[in-house]
């Protein structure tokens, strides 16, 4: 469950820090991707090479790096999780996030977080059950942030009781159980969705290919917003400098048009639809040059043969209880063409973008779109941000899903 999970590791000074080293391990060795973040003092507990070692990553405890100014962002820290978890949480942690401090960078990372936030107190009984720390754990709550309860046994103080943190088998239980919870009422959960993403390139000689300009962000968008809606999204994806942003999404890099059909053949049975985003090309070199063409060559003239239509085959294999998305870019008599693809390839929609519009196509971090349904209804947008056009596009498959 948690295989892709991207997970920040917030420790605090306490002397549970111990126990965030086996944390660490457990939740890597569950597939998660975790980045430390300490506080100044947590160092005294628990050395940050240790826990760099463990993550496998750098651990993060300055704003800023004195010697040369350069600071820490916490706002993509905090945008990059899936997950905060904060183990151990101090008195004085949990005081300075329930009123809004930010003097370190573990506060300045919970302040800016968009995921969700898990709070694992740690401290000695009499501090736990104070009325003021009772009341900081009680705000937090009402933030939304998620309380593991402290266990009960001995504390660093001699006394026994509640305070302890709980142990870190336990909190990965609960870490485990709060993401099928979540993935349970999510509108795509448990469905399974092809996406096509990125350009190809058709070799003409080991060093050369033709190509097109696509960067493969709207296919990746969309891989993205579907994965975000619960889908086990499979996202085929050709040469691209990027990748998604979303975790759990399974990648499968090819370069040309012929092995993104392969893979979309090979894959498509065990799908309940697909989005085909890429920009496939609809010509290769008939006959790719073994060794490199000299530019001494007086002229030179490739002979090239038709791609195979990936999303007409696709059409082809669709079962009743699939269903199929095509995307249309057109530079002339756009609608026209866009509808004749649903006819001729069975598709259920098909997304429409024009290169006549200024910000869309390839290369922008925008898009104009229309989606057309197989009866003809259009739903046009405005331009907007890829990561928004993805969510009208998603929007749509989820009402598509409600039909099979």
Known sequence: MLKGKKIILGISGSIAAYKAAFLTRLLVK????????MTPVAKEFITPLTLSTLSNKPVS??????????????VDLGLWADLLLIAPATANTIAKMATGQADNLLLTVFLSAKCP????????????????????????????????????GELASGLIGKGRMEEPEKIVDQIESFFKEKQKYLPLSGKKILVTAGPTYEII?????????????????????????????HLILGP?????QTSGIKIYNVVSAA?????CVKLFREMDGAVMAAAV????????????TKREKADLTIKFKPTKDIAAELGKMKSSDQWLMGFALETDNEMKNAVQKIKSKNLDLIVLNSLNDPGAGFGYDTNKISIIDKLGKTDSFELKPKSEVA???????IELNQVF
Not at 61 to 74: A, C, M, P, Q, R
Not at 240 to 244: D, G, T, W
Not at 259 to 263: C, K
């Open 61 to 74: 405890i300055d704003l800023f790096v004195e010697k040369t100014g350069e600071w820490t962002n916490h």
């Open 117 to 152: 936030v898990m709070i694992a107190p740690a401290m000695d009984m009499d501090m736990f059950l104070h009325s003021s720390t009772q009341r900081n754990l009680k705000t937090l709550e009402d933030f939304g942030c998620r309380i593991i309860n402290t266990g009960t």
């Open 205 to 233: 000689d080991p060093v050369r290919f033709i190509g097109n300009f696509s960067t493969g962000k709207m296919g990746m968008a969309v891989a993205d917003a579907l994965a975000t809606k619960g889908a086990e999204v």
């Open 281 to 292: 090309s609809d010509f290769t070199p008939a006959e790719p040059a073994a060794k490199k």
């Open 30 to 37: 569950e597939g998660a991707e975790v980045k430390v973040v």
């Open 391 to 397: 969510e009208d596009i998603v929007n749509k498959i």
């Open 259 to 263: 092995e993104m059909f392969e893979t």
């Open 240 to 244: 691209v400098q990027v990748l998604p």
